[in-house]
């Protein structure tokens, strides 16, 4: 059991480094980092498309990234 939900640890966390880095970035350089907080914040940039699935993809792997990662050190007993 402790094999498998390490190999499965291994495919999330690879998939998820994948769906980061496939994701565009909102905006750049130091004026994006002042001014794009607040545009996502009032919602004046609504993900659409590619962006939407990957955002939503993104946070269903970090969840099981998560639970995985408990899942794990509890079954190392």
Not at 33 to 50: D, H, N, P, V, W
Not at 54 to 75: C, D, E, G, K, Q
């Amino acid at each position: 059991m402790h094999a498998f939900l390490v190999v499965l640890l291994v495919i999330v966390c690879i998939s998820l480094i994948v769906v980061v880095l496939l994701q565009s970035s909102k905006s750049a350089g130091l004026s994006g980092a002042i001014s794009g907080g607040a545009e996502t914040l009032f919602g004046k940039q609504k993900a659409r498309g590619i962006d939407l699935v990957l955002h939503r993809v993104t946070i269903v792997l970090s969840v099981l990234f998560f639970v995985l990662t408990i899942a794990v050190s509890y079954f190392k007993l």
